[in-house]
């Protein structure tokens, strides 16, 4: 058994979609097992460009199954429109190849809605949610009124949950000043394509189960970073869901033991799309050459992405906090022509040295990078795909980022194609 997890190490958009794509090459089964269409992972095979949010990035591989399980959330008509989108670029998908957990909780226009009406209340301080209305149907799945893929089956049940959720949220728009939203016409809208949804309904542990016992490798898929978790992110600028790579048994249907490496996807800088603390954060020239040089801007909402140096400390802490064992390095290329490139290796708070990111919502606006220097290279390491390709000033970086975050690159991205990867060493036979 030599099942990965792949897990964002940042706050997502760290390449992970084009690793998985990459790395389902070696894999039988790739799981997605939370976050839901906020997610944007793009992939580029052959200067074909796809852009996926629900589905699995192993769903272009032919012979692969794809699996979004219990811990996602699912907007059922985006999923039927990017099965379509996906279609339309020659990609088969039938129920063979995608397998939806029948306990996955359904995002709801409802959900959408107050997402919306939640950040205007924020005023000033709106967390930047993609406005999905992922944080509602975690909202509803944890307060036990969600609806549920399997509910689709029963139309008089689901009819009296949607009536008993829209009672309590037509209540709150209507304090928020927002339109409430009509019952029977989501019920309806519902009911008009549970065939179409329920067509790849499944019972995915047990699939998985089957697949573990047959010698199957399996690939989880995360979604967001693991600065974005929940519990151990940047709180309350964050996503509903736990990001770390803890949750891929859960949000699966398999025990702890099933995932046997965990591989951080880590971009050579920083991002962050929508607010919250980002102490490496360069808001100036740099950050607008690392922008524009990255094409920085988010996959979901075209939102420009904030862009700032590498910070070891975040990465340190998010390879404890989810096991990784090596990482896959990204947009290397992004850093060729610097003259320097800094690092941040601890943090300054309130006149003390510290080696972590506090819980604190006020410590993390307030702790200071302390930075080292690296020597930057003029070469271009665009589309190198041995080591030997890259100039020493490029090895002496990622060797130091090795050192400062604790874990070896296991593989190295040097654009957005699939191919323009360097195999440092596998992780399903590490
Ligand atoms: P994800 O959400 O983690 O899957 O990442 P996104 O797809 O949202 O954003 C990553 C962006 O960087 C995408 O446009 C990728 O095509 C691109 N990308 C991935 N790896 C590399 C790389 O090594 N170099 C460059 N220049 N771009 C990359
Ligand atoms: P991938 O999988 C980057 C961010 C949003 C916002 C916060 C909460 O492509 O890496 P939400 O809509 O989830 O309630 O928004 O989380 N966010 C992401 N940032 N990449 C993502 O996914 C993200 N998914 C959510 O911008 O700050
Ligand atoms: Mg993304």
């Known amino acids: 058994m030599s099942n990965v997890a792949v897990i964002g190490s940042q706050w997502g958009d760290e390449g992970k979609g ?6 389902s090459s070696r894999a039988d089964v790739v799981v997605r097992f939370q976050g839901g269409h906020n997610a944007g992972h793009t992939l580029v095979i052959d200067g074909v460009e796809y852009k996926l949010n629900l589905l699995p990035s192993g769903i272009v591989r032919p012979g692969k199954l794809s699996i979004i399980g219990n811990g996602v959330v699912v907007d059922p008509w985006a999923l039927l429109k990017e099965i379509q989108i996906v279609k339309e670029k020659g990609v088969k998908i039938t129920p063979e190849n995608l397998m939806l957990a029948e306990n996955a909780n359904l995002i709801l226009p409802v959900h959408r809605a107050l997402d919306q009406a939640l950040e205007i209340t924020r005023g000033n301080t709106p967390i930047g949610t993609t406005k999905r209305g992922i944080g509602p149907a975690y909202e509803d799945k944890v307060a036990r009124r969600g609806i549920r893929v399997c509910d689709l089956a029963h139309p008089d049940l689901l009819k009296d949950k949607i009536m008993a959720m829209m009672c309590h949220h037509n209540i709150l728009l209507k304090g928020f000043g927002a339109e409430p939203i009509d019952t029977m ?9 549970a065939d179409d949804i329920l067509r790849y309904a499944g019972v995915v542990w047990k699939r998985l189960d089957e697949a573990r016992q047959d010698g199957k490798k399996i690939l989880f898929e995360g979604a967001q970073g693991a600065m974005l978790d929940i519990d151990h992110g940047t709180y309350p600028f964050v996503t509903s869901s736990n990001t770390v790579a803890g949750q891929a048994a859960s949000g699966s249907g398999m025990g702890p033991d099933a995932v046997k490496y965990v591989l ?47 910070d070891a400390v975040l990465v340190r802490q998010t390879v404890k906090l989810c096991g990784i064992q090596g990482i896959a390095l990204t947009k290397l290329d992004v850093l060729d022509g610097l003259d320097e490139i800094k690092i941040c290796t601890g943090y300054e708070l309130d006149g003390k040295t510290i080696d972590h990111l506090p819980a604190s919502q006020i410590h993390q606006a307030n702790v200071t990078p302390t930075y080292e220097t690296l020597e930057g290279w003029k070469e271009s390491t665009r589309g ?11 090895v002496k970086y990622v060797r130091r980022v090795e050192e ?27």
Not at 18 to 23: A, C
Not at 185 to 193: A, D
Request: glycine share 10%.
């Open 18 to 23: 084009k690793i998985v794509d990459w790395l």
């Open 384 to 394: 190198a795909r041995s080591w030997a390709e890259l100039p020493a000033s490029a």
């Open 264 to 310: 951080g996807i880590t971009k050579a800088y920083t991002t962050r799309v929508g607010t919250g603390p980002f102490p490496t954060e360069q808001d100036n020239e740099v950050g607008a050459f690392l922008g524009e040089r990255g094409k920085e801007f988010g996959t979901v909402t075209g939102r420009k992405r904030r862009c700032g140096w590498f």
């Open 185 to 193: 016409e989501t019920y309806n809208k519902l009911m008009e394509i």
């Open 404 to 430: 400062l975050i604790g874990a070896p690159v296991a593989l190295l991205s040097t654009s957005p194609e699939r191919e323009d990867t360097i195999l440092m060493r596998d992780p399903f036979v590490d």
